[in-house]
């Protein structure tokens, strides 16, 4: 109990020395980890209805297991895809202060997005792993923000954390710009686990984490990867992801197994 009053009196003082700030523009909040109201209104939180497979966000609640257009025709190497918010101008500040702005204090209040968010992949899952970074980029950029994430949601689980196993060997050029095509050609190839790393692997359910999903293209191909190495099936969570507009389609008979998934 003493412990506990301590801690409280810890956090107190700091919170006098140090102010809590908004996540994303710094202004004076009430709690630490958390947005100012207006901050929090900008953000598009994704809520309701969405794909099955991808998780993009339907306007209309079209049953549980409905597939937007690209799933329906090319299904995803992965079971399913959840993000906590669309990528937008309001998020992108956000996700590109964390990713590259040193603003690692904020990956536990975004781990508690993203349990909130992916509740339903974590209770499936018996693994979490994130997208790792080439180590020339890694050593440029100093931490993962991925593997952040994933070491800060396994906290919050009962779930293992593996930063190791799922290797990015491959110095890829930059996913902007580039078509979705594009992005799986410049990926090929790029990840792969070790044979030491493969009884880690074998017959889990792989959480696996990143920042943002765009194309989708990355989350595949580590998917892959994953299932090679004999993962029983990856999910994926992630901070943000792109939203484009498309068409829906609600006949689950179309079924492929393709990485030429747009998402």
Not at 48 to 67: I, K, N, Q, R, V
Not at 147 to 164: F, H
Not at 245 to 253: A, G, L, R
Request: proline fraction near 3%; aromatic fraction near 6%.
């Amino acid at each position: 109990m003493e412990t506990a009053k301590l801690a409280v009196l810890r956090d107190r003082a700091l919170d006098i020395l140090f102010p809590p700030q908004c996540l994303s523009c710094q202004a004076l909040v009430a709690e630490t980890g958390t947005l100012c109201s207006d901050c929090w209104q900008n953000i598009s939180f994704i809520e309701g209805p969405g794909c099955h497979a991808c998780g993009l966000p339907f306007e209309f609640d079209l049953g549980l297991e409905a597939l937007c257009g690209a799933c329906s025709q090319d299904r995803p190497m992965f079971n399913r895809a959840r993000a906590v918010m669309i990528y937008n101008a309001a998020s992108r500040d956000l996700i590109l202060a964390f990713k590259h702005g040193d603003r690692t204090h904020a990956a536990a209040a975004y781990a508690g997005w993203l349990y909130r968010t992916g509740r339903d992949l974590i209770q499936h899952s018996d693994l979490i792993l994130p997208v790792p970074l080439h180590w020339s980029r890694l050593f440029h950029r100093r931490y993962n923000q991925a593997a952040l994430l994933a070491i800060e949601l396994g906290k919050r689980t009962n779930l293992s954390v593996d930063t190791d196993s799922l290797v990015r060997h491959k110095k890829t050029a930059s996913q902007g710009h580039k078509s979705p095509s594009q992005r799986l050609s410049n990926l090929r190839g790029a990840f792969s686990v070790s044979a030491q790393s493969e009884n880690n692997i074998k017959d889990r359910h792989v959480l696996l984490i990143d920042d943002v999903l765009t194309t989708g293209a990355t989350a595949a191909v580590c998917a892959k990867t994953l299932l090679r190495a004999g993962a029983s099936a990856v999910d994926v969570l992630t901070l943000a992801r792109v939203v484009r507009t498309e068409s829906v389609i609600t006949d689950h008979s179309l079924n492929g197994n393709s990485l030429l998934t747009d998402i």
